[in-house]
């Protein structure tokens, strides 16, 4: 397993990308299916398709938060199990994996119970109505069931993808999307069980993915293993995995804020129509958004681990060719999206008042995008190094700085279509500022580099 790991130190950079960005990234695909396919299905239903649908994006901001958690467990210590790897500190990795394992199982409990109690006001102020949230409320019941399979199927598999083992990680997603792409149409058409056959579908795939990440890192094909020792507290560990992990739960959190802003400012200035938009907005910007987190999180392992080894060339290298493929994609799936909107929102519903207002409002909300996979790129890499805070300045930039205050104000002058006006802006800014702030901060990594190697000389 050692020489697995430390390929990432000497094999070619363009064949250790083809090797495990590729898998990654055809893992968040697949991973994004569980709730594309939900909506795509719901949204379909006769008669009440547009409403369940409207019903489902409500709940968005609850799942978003839930999967937060996961990548504050996943991707702050996933990073650094990999740079102990990279220092031939095999105990020290397994502590980090292992405390994750814990700081998992906590939240899973605390967010269950949190959501059942409070689930019906949250759901109203985030923008239901009586007449959605009956369809929130039957996919929430069921949905909140799973949450410690959310937890265990997101976070842990991180850790197998931190090793090198992009294609087991693959797997793990993969074999719960092909279960929930399955059971979707059987349980919500044939068994009539709508929304709730979509909800059921759901915890049941993630629970066949969480038992197979699970299987895996308790296994020795895994290079650090779940052990018993070491699932005592480390606090040390924690704070050390909560101070990277921020970051990218930052990330995600404050998309289930952003959720909740865009929902109850459509449903003030505009109606259910507005509010049922924005889900259909949103599942096509995960459409390129998972996937270049995928890229980008594939590559992870690269950096960390070369970062730890002191190797600031290969880091060189392998962020320029991430860059260049993350713009290359943002820009091609924007194009598409300004060009072809309505064929986009006929993928989740059948409504003619609904695509017809999505084919107005999606070139708008995705005018931006293009530039967005720089940022993406950049704050994975100073998450790979550990930086993270500069990590957690860019994740509050565009979402906390930017987006949200743009989507309050905005509206107050331009109607409804500020909201949508507000995410192109935001896109647009922070993904400048990161790429400055990433060029600043590697000349002063080369140049230290370069110090170190005359005082070796």
């Given at each position: 397993?050692?020489?697995?790991?430390?390929?990432?130190?000497?094999?070619?950079?363009?064949?250790?990308?083809?090797?495990?960005?590729?898998?990654?990234?055809?893992?968040?695909?697949?991973?994004?299916?569980?709730?594309?396919?939900?909506?795509?299905?719901?949204?379909?239903?006769?008669?009440?398709?547009?409403?369940?649908?409207?019903?489902?994006?409500?709940?968005?901001?609850?799942?978003?938060?839930?999967?937060?958690?996961?990548?504050?467990?996943?991707?702050?210590?996933?990073?650094?199990?990999?740079?102990?790897?990279?220092?031939?500190?095999?105990?020290?990795?397994?502590?980090?994996?292992?405390?994750?394992?814990?700081?998992?199982?906590?939240?899973?409990?605390?967010?269950?119970?949190?959501?059942?109690?409070?689930?019906?006001?949250?759901?109203?102020?985030?923008?239901?109505?009586?007449?959605?949230?009956?369809?929130?409320?039957?996919?929430?019941?069921?949905?909140?069931?799973?949450?410690?399979?959310?937890?265990?199927?997101?976070?842990?598999?991180?850790?197998?993808?931190?090793?090198?083992?992009?294609?087991?990680?693959?797997?793990?997603?993969?074999?719960?999307?092909?279960?929930?792409?399955?059971?979707?149409?059987?349980?919500?058409?044939?068994?009539?069980?709508?929304?709730?056959?979509?909800?059921?579908?759901?915890?049941?795939?993630?629970?066949?993915?969480?038992?197979?990440?699970?299987?895996?890192?308790?296994?020795?094909?895994?290079?650090?293993?779940?052990?018993?020792?070491?699932?005592?507290?480390?606090?040390?560990?924690?704070?050390?995995?909560?101070?990277?992990?921020?970051?990218?739960?930052?990330?995600?959190?404050?998309?289930?804020?952003?959720?909740?802003?865009?929902?109850?400012?459509?449903?003030?200035?505009?109606?259910?129509?507005?509010?049922?938009?924005?889900?259909?907005?949103?599942?096509?910007?995960?459409?390129?958004?998972?996937?270049?987190?995928?890229?980008?999180?594939?590559?992870?392992?690269?950096?960390?681990?070369?970062?730890?080894?002191?190797?600031?060339?290969?880091?060189?290298?392998?962020?320029?060719?991430?860059?260049?493929?993350?713009?290359?994609?943002?820009?091609?799936?924007?194009?598409?999206?300004?060009?072809?909107?309505?064929?986009?929102?006929?993928?989740?519903?059948?409504?003619?008042?609904?695509?017809?207002?999505?084919?107005?409002?999606?070139?708008?909300?995705?005018?931006?995008?293009?530039?967005?996979?720089?940022?993406?790129?950049?704050?994975?890499?100073?998450?790979?190094?550990?930086?993270?805070?500069?990590?957690?300045?860019?994740?509050?930039?565009?979402?906390?700085?930017?987006?949200?205050?743009?989507?309050?104000?905005?509206?107050?002058?331009?109607?409804?279509?500020?909201?949508?006006y507000s995410e192109p802006i935001a896109d647009v800014l922070s993904a400048v500022t990161a790429g400055i702030l990433f060029v600043r901060f590697f000349r002063k990594l080369l140049r230290?580099?370069?110090?170190?190697?005359?005082?070796?000389?």
């Amino acid at each position: 397993m050692q020489k697995d790991n430390e390929r990432l130190g000497t094999e070619p950079i363009g064949k250790l990308i083809w090797q495990l960005a590729l898998p990654a990234v055809a893992a968040q695909l697949v991973n994004v299916l569980y709730n594309i396919v939900d909506r795509m299905y719901i949204g379909h239903i006769p008669v009440v398709g547009a409403q369940a649908l409207t019903g489902l994006g409500i709940c968005f901001p609850i799942l978003i938060l839930i999967s937060a958690f996961s990548a504050f467990v996943g991707n702050g210590g996933a990073p650094l199990a990999a740079i102990q790897m990279g220092k031939k500190n095999k105990e020290g990795a397994e502590r980090i994996l292992n405390n994750g394992v814990v700081m998992l199982i906590g939240f899973s409990i605390i967010l269950t119970v949190v959501f059942y109690i409070f689930k019906e006001p949250f759901l109203y102020a985030f923008g239901a109505s009586d007449d959605t949230i009956v369809y929130a409320l039957q996919y929430l019941d069921i949905y909140l069931l799973g949450t410690v399979f959310v937890q265990f199927a997101m976070g842990l598999n991180m850790f197998i993808t931190s090793q090198g083992f992009a294609k087991t990680a693959m797997l793990s997603v993969l074999i719960g999307a092909v279960i929930n792409i399955v059971l979707d149409p059987i349980l919500i058409f044939v068994f009539d069980m709508g929304v709730q056959g979509a909800a059921i579908a759901t915890i049941f795939s993630q629970a066949c993915s969480a038992i197979w990440v699970v299987r895996f890192l308790c296994s020795e094909k895994s290079g650090i293993r779940i052990k018993k020792e070491y699932m005592k507290p480390n606090w040390k560990i924690i704070g050390s995995i909560a101070a990277l992990g921020v970051s990218p739960f930052i990330m995600q959190a404050t998309e289930s804020l952003i959720n909740i802003i865009f929902n109850s400012g459509l449903q003030h200035y505009g109606n259910d129509l507005y509010v049922g938009s924005m889900t259909i907005l949103q599942s096509v910007m995960q459409l390129i958004s998972v996937p270049v987190m995928g890229l980008t999180m594939g590559t992870q392992p690269i950096i960390s681990y070369n970062y730890g080894a002191e190797n600031v060339q290969r880091i060189k290298k392998t962020v320029g060719i991430v860059v260049g493929i993350t713009f290359s994609l943002t820009t091609l799936y924007c194009l598409a999206t300004v060009f072809f909107p309505t064929i986009f929102a006929s993928l989740f519903t059948t409504n003619a008042e609904l695509i017809a207002l999505v084919g107005k409002v999606l070139p708008i909300f995705m005018a931006g995008i293009w530039i967005f996979g720089i940022q993406m790129a950049c704050q994975a890499a100073f998450l790979g190094m550990g930086q993270a805070k500069i990590s957690l300045f860019l994740a509050l930039l565009r979402k906390v700085i930017l987006l949200i205050p743009l989507a309050l104000i905005l509206p107050k002058f331009t109607g409804v279509m500020g909201i949508f006006y507000s995410e192109p802006i935001a896109d647009v800014l922070s993904a400048v500022t990161a790429g400055i702030l990433f060029v600043r901060f590697f000349r002063k990594l080369l140049r230290m580099n370069g110090d170190k190697e005359k005082e070796m000389a």
